[in-house]
């Protein structure tokens, strides 16, 4: 068995142009032009790397898009400050402050300085809470996990049901994803450092997902024939022959691992271009919802 391999640039880019049709009539029929702000401490460089993709992706769909840069020693109130000043910007419809924020930041604090009507990035911790709760439905979810669910489902897979294993537990993919996929009716496993014979538990996974930052941890005797594997890692590893000496891989042995599942996404090319696509979604939902629409 090959896998088939899920390909996230192509959905991604549906996606886009599904949105760009939509902003279109948003703008022509009720004059409404959605707007995302997105806050940038510091000079991290993969920051500033995904900033820039973040812009540049909206001003393809047509979102409006409003960047505002901070130094690295900026202070928590000129943060706060600078997100209440957005939060009363009606030209702004989505924020979106990247992380990680410099250390002697209060990260927490900032986050839920956010409009709870304007947190594309779903991190607010009501939409976390609602997200968490049976019955509950958050204003926005969080966009790589929401760009796993979007993944499944454009590709047919069944959710309810399934076995469903997580590999990782953290704040912005593996709690989240997990909630999405209970609410989904699959029977959820979240595995972590300390869980014990972890090949064992994924083997039960009709979908993995795997989300540990660890390179290439999943083998193929990890995964049960049949599976599908999205895999959410991003790791550099040394590569001499690459022209920037690495190259990227993801937290899945895709050679091996594709041999074994029924379906795989590749790193890069299979999450990665989600994120950006569901903050795009999240971004005109907003919009639409400021407008009554």
């Known amino acids: 068995m090959t896998a088939q391999i899920i390909d996230g640039k192509a959905i991604a880019a ?6 760009t049709e939509e902003v279109q009539r948003l703008k022509e029929t009720h004059g409404v032009v959605p707007g995302l702000a997105t806050v940038l401490v510091g000079e991290n460089p993969a920051s500033i790397t995904y900033v820039k993709m973040k812009r540049k992706r909206s001003a393809e769909v047509g979102i409006r898009s409003f960047g505002y840069e901070l130094p690295a020693d900026a202070s928590q109130e000129e943060v706060e400050g600078l997100v209440r000043e957005l939060n009363a910007n009606p030209e702004i419809h989505g924020i979106l402050v990247q992380l990680p924020l410099p250390r002697h930041l209060n990260e927490e604090a900032v986050l839920a300085a956010i409009s709870i009507e304007k947190d594309v990035d779903g991190f607010h911790p009501i939409n976390i809470g609602r997200l968490a709760m049976k019955g509950r439905e958050p204003l926005f979810v969080p966009c790589t996990p929401a760009g796993v669910i979007e ?23 593996g709690l989240p994803v997990s909630m999405l996929l209970l609410h989904r009716n ?8 300390r869980t014990r014979d972890l090949p064992a538990v994924t083997r039960r996974a009709d979908i993995l997902v ?18 599908v594997v999205i895999d959410v890692g991003v790791n550099r590893v040394e590569d001499p022959t690459a022209k920037r000496g690495y190259r990227l891989v993801g937290d899945v042995d895709f050679e091996e691992v594709r041999e074994v599942a029924s379906a795989i996404t590749p790193v890069p090319g299979g ?9 795009l979604t999240n971004t005109v939902r907003s919009a639409k919802r400021a407008a009554g629409l």
């Open 14 to 19: 549906a996606i886009q142009a599904e949105l």
């Open 151 to 173: 993944l499944l489902d454009r590709t047919g897979v069944e959710i309810e049901g399934k076995e469903a294993v997580v590999l990782g537990r953290s704040n912005i993919v």
């Open 186 to 193: 699959a029977t959820v496993t979240i595995c972590h450092s």
């Open 210 to 227: 795997a989300a540990v930052g660890r390179p290439q941890m999943v083998k193929g005797d990890w995964v049960k024939p049949g599976a």
């Open 271 to 279: 999450v990665g271009p989600m994120t950006i696509a569901m903050l």
